[in-house]
């Protein structure tokens, strides 16, 4: 990413303060200010020493680590390196012979309602013994395994699986193409991949086995020897001899024993793809131990995990959320923790605070979309509206994955926290691991909208392009000085990548560039309350923010001009909407005659479907428009700004005397 200019378009007054309930703030693992800051003391203090204190008192080491930070090689860092453990015992072992251990880890909800629990005890076996299958199939320490699964106990064992045998996974979205699987599969050089037969969601059975057939059919995936099936659902699915094997095939005969792999704790335990600003997804490489500490720690810190809390985090295993906090952090936290299989709003809107009621979740932390789709669903229908439940069992409530606008926030605080739960809103990426910038429960006074300040050791400014702290009020960029234990290892198969997307040689090449904007409060409107807090105003890159679902515009442009018989060029931009946060634009050339009336919306739907197919149903641009050619300057390059002007549908103020073709702008105008 090249460091620019960032502009902050409105800087949104809010003077809301609402402080830290007292009773939670008595009793929190950071208990007030004075807490947090001495903790912030201790961290500036000695960096190091800091995190080799948390490293080892929230981690068990089969050996222990002499080294804490190597920047010898910066910025590849390397956190505890000497250090040995293994995650899954970190998640289970750990809490075998403690009263944790038959306590309940998982409650598993299914799409159509029927509830499960788990043990630890019985966890640990059923992973135990899915490491066994593994092993029995040839799959080891480094291999990559690529995991295309739904919602579901069996996902979880599936990744503490690998992780038990120092294998490493690589979860892909249930949601994604064959295209988007293959890709990963090839990029990681994958040798098994992990998938069920079917999905259940919303009462619909969704094909994954199916997809996996085709991916692979794809060619250039020789790599993968074995494909793990998953009966989720009584309907057939092809299997390959010699290839394709069920669960029930694999796991027959084998033990439930199976002793984890002491790794280095800079052993990779994933990649996770995500989308940058250009080309294909990136791989995510993430180590064990610095971010396994932090997936534990930021449990304790940001949701003030307790040993009675029902923990609920409503993302999927297939983004860095559900990794950090379903497979790993609950876990490695002790905490009983529900997972669900199915839709928000399968069979009606209701079902999240049905599901609080019925579980008494305590913790319950989700994303913004989902909440302004269901204040808008609640307000069609008063039946599903979270006064109908009784949510009186929440303590803590949190967003992730999108800036919360403050009308949602306030309907949130008040309708389902009672104005009692304070909401922790979580700013991170799939990059960093884990949470960085966030309220404390016990701590935090919380204004609307804003994820106000940094986690004790998390290294957070406002600079402008030359590398240089704004005043607090004025925009920039969202920079992390300072190396932190969870934090991207590198990209899996292109270092240098890594070392162009996040450190800037601009910044010296070692401050990490998160792709946001951000500005600090400067404390005005609220008389100081919030000075110095962090609101986060949006991708500073070409990356699209579509209900928490990070997308490049790039990737469907690609996916866009790949339909070579219709496109010949396409530019995407995105413009906000109410409900999906940012909702995608995209405008078209085509190879005949630009489109009107009917047939313009025939070919939109084409095209929409296209773009499913090459990505995934997310990516599907909101609206399409066509026209003769793409606005561009003289010297040919597209003038994407004011493509954003037209998709928001404001009126052109820029300049456009460099406009080699100002008239398709009108075209462009007329929406579909
Ligand atoms: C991008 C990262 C965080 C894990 C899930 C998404 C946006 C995320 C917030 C928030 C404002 C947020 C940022 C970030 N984002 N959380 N609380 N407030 N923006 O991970 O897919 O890697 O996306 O999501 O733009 O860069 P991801």
Request: net charge neutral.
């Amino acid at each position: 990413m090249s460091v620019q200019p960032s502009t902050v378009e409105s800087v949104l007054i809010e003077n809301r303060v609402f402080p830290p309930n007292e009773a939670l703030v008595r009793q929190a693992n950071i208990s007030g200010m004075a807490a947090y800051q001495a903790l912030w003391k201790e961290a500036k203090n000695d960096y190091p020493a800091f995190w080799a204190r948390l490293a080892r008192e929230n981690l068990v080491w089969t050996k222990p680590f002499t080294r804490t930070l190597d920047e010898s090689n910066a910025p590849f860092f390397k956190w505890f390196e000497d250090g040995e453990l293994n995650a899954s015992a970190n998640c289970l072992d750990k809490h075998m012979g403690t009263p944790v251990e038959n306590k309940t880890a998982i409650i598993f909800e299914a799409d159509d309602g029927a509830v499960t629990k788990v043990t630890y005890k019985e966890l640990l076996a059923r992973v135990s013994q899915f490491a066994n299958a593994l092993k029995a199939r040839g799959v080891k320490k480094g291999d990559r395994v690529v995991i295309y699964m739904p919602m579901t106990v069996e996902g979880v064992v599936a990744m503490q699986a690998c992780a038990r045998i120092g294998a490493i996974h690589s979860v892909v979205f249930g949601g994604f193409s064959a295209k988007s699987l293959h890709e990963r599969i090839v990029d990681a050089a994958a040798v098994a991949v992990i998938t069920a037969n079917y999905q259940l969601r919303g009462g619909k059975e969704l094909p994954l086995k199916a997809i996996v057939d085709e991916a692979i059919e794809t060619g250039g995936c020789e790599s993968v020897k074995t494909v793990f099936v998953y009966q989720r659902t009584a309907t057939t699915c092809n299997m390959v001899g010699g290839r394709d094997i069920t669960f029930a095939e694999a796991l027959a005969g084998q033990s439930t024993d199976c002793p984890p792999v002491p790794v280095s704790a800079e052993h990779p335990l994933f990649i996770l793809y995500t989308s940058g600003s250009t080309g294909k997804p990136k791989g995510v490489q993430h180590s064990t131990g610095g971010y396994l500490m932090w997936s534990k720690l930021t449990m304790d810190w940001t949701f003030d995990i307790k040993p009675d809390d029902v923990f609920w985090c409503t993302a999927d295993i297939g983004w860095v959320t559900g990794h950090s906090y379903i497979t790993y952090g609950p876990l490695a936290a002790g905490v009983t923790e529900i997972v669900f299989e199915g839709v928000p709003t399968y069979p009606d809107a209701g079902r999240f605070w049905q599901m609080i009621e019925r579980h008494k979740c305590s913790v319950f932390y989700t994303a913004p979309t989902a909440i302004r789709s269901l204040i808008k669903a609640s307000e069609a229908d008063a039946k599903v509206h979270p006064a109908r439940s009784d949510l009186s069992s929440l303590r803590i409530i949190g967003s992730v994955g999108e800036p919360i606008n403050p009308e949602a926030w306030m309907w949130y605080y008040r309708n389902v926290g009672g104005e009692r739960c304070p909401i922790v809103d979580t700013w991170w990426q799939t990059e960093t691991g884990g949470h960085m910038i966030n309220p404390l429960p016990g701590v935090t006074p919380l204004v609307p909208g804003s994820c106000t300040l940094p986690l004790p050791g998390i290294m957070t400014e406002v600079v402008d392009e030359t590398g240089q702290t704004v005043p607090q009020g004025a925009g920039g960029m969202l920079v992390v000085t300072k190396p932190w234990p969870s934090m991207i290892r590198t990209i899996w198969n292109d270092p240098e990548r890594y070392k162009k997307a996040y450190f800037p040689e601009e910044f010296g090449g070692k401050i990490y560039l998160a792709g946001d904007g951000a500005v600090r409060s400067n404390g005005e409107a609220t008389k100081g309350a919030d000075r110095g807090y962090f609101r986060i105003t949006g991708r500073i890159d070409d990356v699209l923010n579509v209900s928490g679902h990070r997308l490049g515009t790039m990737e469907v442009e690609s996916a866009l001009v790949a339909k070579t018989d219709l496109v010949a060029e396409a530019a995407v931009v995105a413009r906000p909407d109410d409900l999906t946060g940012e909702a995608i634009c995209a405008f078209v050339v085509l190879k005949r005659a630009r489109p009107t009336g009917d047939e313009a919306t025939k070919i939109a739907a084409e095209l929409r479907n296209w773009v499913a197919k090459e990505i995934g149903p997310i990516a599907k641009p909101k609206d399409i428009s066509f026209g003769d050619n793409l606005p561009k300057t003289r010297s040919g390059k597209i003038m994407r700004r004011l493509l954003r002007s037209i998709a928001k549908g404001e009126a052109i103020t820029q300049d456009i005397s460099t406009l080699e073709n100002p008239q398709i702008l009108e075209q462009f105008a007329q929406k579909l």
